[in-house]
């Protein structure tokens, strides 16, 4: 992926120049989540004239489970993978197998794969079950995916689903909910205090006057 200054010194115009093109439809950029413009291998091709590279993309199957005492399910959860693929005469790159919940956005090896996809590095990512790649917002994966021509293949096993885990993140949300309003209530106290405090140096000097 180029940025468009990067995009514009590599094949030797201004920045304008790709700017105009885009308003032109003369080569259009692409555009990230964000909306940011960015350029690939085969832009630089169409602008030179050139052809493009070949490139290999990855296939990367993605397993998880929600805890270490879920170790065991993991191994199954590949396991029925491996056969599913092999099955289909798919050729895996890399395996990822991580522990953590669907709930949480920050997993390092999620995150990981979520930049591979965004760089153009991967052409499929396999998974047995939509939750197991995240509990909510996977209509926005999936989308991501598309439009990086990522194919984002679902083996939909629910057996691969533990309900434990949907009763875990469940819990989750109750926490962060209620924690969100015990705060709501302190912030609300506070600033009824800081009101009452504040108010009452003016009553005091009306009172002297």
């Not at 199954?76 to 099955?87: D, G």
């Not at 998974?127 to 990522?150: S, T």
Request: charged residues 30%; aromatic residues 6%.
């Amino acid at each position: 992926m180029y940025t468009v200054a990067e995009f514009a010194a590599r094949i030797g115009v201004t920045v304008h120049t790709l700017q105009r093109w885009d308003r032109e439809g003369k080569l259009i950029a692409k555009r990230t989540v964000s909306n940011r413009r960015y350029y690939t291998e085969e832009d630089v091709a169409k602008a030179l004239g050139t052809e493009p590279p070949v490139a290999h993309r990855k296939t990367i199957v993605y397993c998880r489970v929600s805890s270490p005492a879920q170790k065991s399910d993991l191994g199954n959860q590949r396991r029925t993978l491996e056969t599913f693929c092999a099955a289909r005469g798919m050729q895996v790159d890399e395996w990822i197998e991580e522990i953590g919940g669907g709930m949480n956005m920050k997993r390092r090896k999620f995150l990981n794969l979520v930049d591979a996809v965004l760089e153009g590095e991967v052409g499929t990512v396999v998974i047995a079950h939509k939750d197991r790649l995240m509990r909510f917002g996977y209509p926005l994966m999936e989308h991501v995916c598309e439009r990086m021509g990522c194919v984002l293949l679902v083996m939909n096993v629910e057996s691969l689903s533990p309900e434990r885990e949907m009763v875990e993140d469940l819990m989750t949300i109750v926490h962060c909910f209620s924690s969100r309003l015990y705060g709501l209530r302190n912030y609300r106290k506070a600033l009824k205090e800081a009101l009452v405090h504040d108010t009452r140096p003016q009553a005091s000097a009306a009172s002297d006057n």
